[in-house]
């Protein structure tokens, strides 16, 4: 249903339910909260993907089943968390209604050409309710997301790409694959900072310039060590003109 599975130094998560287009019930949302649970304490990995078996993302909730409840970690029992260390989605097919909302929740998105994004519970009735409300307009911007929440309609992986809800668009089938070298990618760097510069980004956005200059600041002030090391490998020839980094 849920799987866990590590690659070198990336986690990957699997929602596998393919019958029911990885739909999300009870039992999975608490799989999932369980499994990023362990990500975050699984000291070997440095980067978490989430992705969907089958062709598929994720449809969102199982509005067959219908047993989905609320909690602290949100209904589909991850997405008023923050993970400690970066996130991808791996996006193959559809990525509608609170699959969406589970990809909005990651740092990066990596998409097949053929994936569709949407707020398709609106059909339905059916809330927003895992934060696709908040983090989409930080995402794409008010205006499109009001789009998106308001026609339900779906957005193809080159328009996604373009609106900057996708970060990088791959042949099909390639999603997984693109996510996972993205991710040993982030994990070549040193993870002290990796993590102190995505925690005081989250930190301060909302806030005035003033107080995100602030968090940034005491963000940073915690890992001079490593920025020392840094500099003496710098000085030593190390990473000259933008070496290591694609």
């Keep these: ?98 699959g969406l909302e589970m990809a909005l929740w990651c740092d990066l998105r990596v998409a097949g050409e053929s994936s569709k994004f949407g707020c398709f519970e609106r059909r339905f009735g059916v809330p927003l309710v895992d934060g696709g409300t908040q983090r989409l307009p930080r995402v794409v911007g008010l205006g499109r997301a009001n789009e998106m929440i308001l026609t339900g309609r779906a957005v193809e992986a080159p328009e996604a790409h373009d609106w900057g809800l996708v970060n990088r668009v791959v042949a099909e ?17 040193p993870q002290k900072t990796v993590r102190t510069d995505r925690a005081a980004t989250y930190d301060g956005i909302g806030e005035p310039l003033d107080a995100g200059l602030t968090i940034e600041a005491w963000h940073g002030s915690r890992v001079f060590d490593t920025a020392t090391e840094g500099a003496e490998r710098f000085a030593g020839g190390e990473g000259r003109g933008g070496a290591g980094v694609e």
């Design 1 to 98: 249903m849920i799987d866990y599975e590590r690659h070198g130094s990336v986690a990957v998560i699997t929602i596998d339910r393919p019958e029911r287009r990885n739909a999300i019930d009870r039992e999975a949302a608490e799989r999932l909260g369980e499994a990023w649970e362990r990500f975050d304490a699984d000291d070997d990995v440095a980067v978490g993907v989430l992705t969907g078996a089958g062709g598929t993302f994720s449809a969102g909730a199982d509005l067959q089943a219908m047993d989905l409840e609320d909690g602290p970690e949100g209904y589909l029992g991850f997405t008023r968390t923050r993970a400690g260390k970066p996130t991808i989605a791996a996006v193959e097919g559809h990525c509608v209604a609170g």
């Design 173 to 189: 089938g390639e999603a997984l694959d693109t996510a996972l070298a993205l991710g040993e990618s982030i994990a070549e760097f």
